[in-house]
């Protein structure tokens, strides 16, 4: 069973457990899913500065905290305890694509040639880690969610504007990835 | 179930009863399952996105599509058998209300996710697996949304 659960796991298992945290959440506890909200309510809790997106009661929605509290314990166990050694099954097309703009290490996860504290002062780490989370951070709020938020809970929930939302957050990633990363890792590899 | 027209956030508490700190572990639990399948379906892997971005790979819209259609049923489910929550409660979902922010903003996050190779749920588990530089994503991205707060008035919605 164990060694079972070990391998990768296909999509459609994936995506089943997904979609069943909309309909648990409501039941156990009429929470809405979403995942962008914790960044609010943690600037809500740890820098307010009388700014009025940040003045609501985030006590009240501590539950959100926990949730990610509890993903981020979920990304350990399933990588220390349920982990396998084999090396990530990339299509290689994609390889082949990353390999021409610079990525050559495919051996795990995230590319660690980028992913790593070395990079942190550096203009990869500029890119990668501050101007990429500043972006994220900054998007989600601004459309009022993000994948969860508005590509789950919403749709699922039928609602136009998550529609819009989810259109627009695949166009941008097309365009980062198309035109945006090869500038970025022209740079960078100077 | 009902609709609430005019949500507190985008992934409101909608219970009337007021849950104690033991009671909200429940969540975190929902969570730590929630962040074992992110990282043993791959979701959280850069390469993934990569992949989804290049239309090389049918895995990530698998996972998506998988989800919205198991939870549109779920929602379906719900309503025609008006079920409630485990303490009686009438379900309610949040009304995701439409401005230009949806436009601008989800944009502006697309461009993010496909640096990053994270929406904000992978940022989590992809530091529970051991990547901690992404760390200083997450404080980059805490620091995103406290502009845009500083920023709401000034920017078209």
């Given at each position: 069973m164990l060694e079972f659960v070990k391998q990768p796991w296909h999509w459609s298992i994936a995506g089943l457990f997904i979609g069943l945290t909309v309909p648990v959440l409501l039941i156990i506890g009429n929470k809405n899913f979403g995942i962008s909200s914790s960044l609010r309510h943690l600037c809500a809790a740890c820098i307010p500065a009388n700014i009025p997106l940040f003045k609501y009661n985030w006590k009240n929605e501590m539950w959100n905290l926990f949730f990610v509290v509890g993903v981020f314990l979920g990304g350990f166990m399933g990588t220390f305890w349920l982990g396998n050694d084999a090396d990530i099954q990339i299509v290689q097309s994609t390889i082949d694509d990353l390999r021409v703009l610079g990525v050559s290490d495919f051996s795990s996860l995230m590319p660690v040639d980028i992913f790593?504290?070395?990079?942190?002062?550096t203009l990869k780490g500029l890119f990668f880690f501050v101007i990429g989370g500043f972006l994220v951070g900054f998007g989600t709020r601004y459309a009022g969610g993000c994948t969860s938020g508005h590509s789950i809970m919403g749709l699922a929930s039928l609602q136009w504007p998550s529609l819009v939302a989810t259109i627009f957050f695949m166009l941008g990633g097309f365009a980062m990835t198309h035109f945006g990363l090869p500038l970025i890792f022209n740079l960078i590899n100077k | 179930m009902i609709e609430d027209k005019n949500p507190v956030c985008d992934a409101p508490n909608e219970s009337k009863q007021k849950e104690s700190f033991f009671a909200d572990t429940k969540y975190l639990v929902v969570g730590a399952l929630f962040g074992i399948v992110f990282v043993k379906a791959e979701i959280i892997s850069w390469f993934r996105i990569q992949e989804m971005f290049r239309m090389q790979s049918f895995h990530m819209y698998g996972v998506i599509g998988t989800a919205v259609v198991v939870g549109m049923i779920s929602l379906l489910i719900i309503k025609k058998f008006n079920i409630k929550t485990l303490n009686g409660e009438e379900i309610v979902i949040a009304k995701k209300p439409f401005s230009k922010g949806v436009i601008y903003g989800g944009f502006m996050f697309g461009l993010g996710w496909a640096i990053t190779g994270a929406c904000p749920g992978p940022l989590f588990a992809q530091i529970g697996s051991?990547?901690?530089?992404?760390i200083i994503t997450f404080l980059s991205a805490m620091a995103g949304t406290w502009t845009y707060g500083l920023l709401q008035k000034k920017l078209p919605h």
């Open positions: 790593s504290f070395e990079n942190l002062f | 051991g990547y901690l530089v992404v």
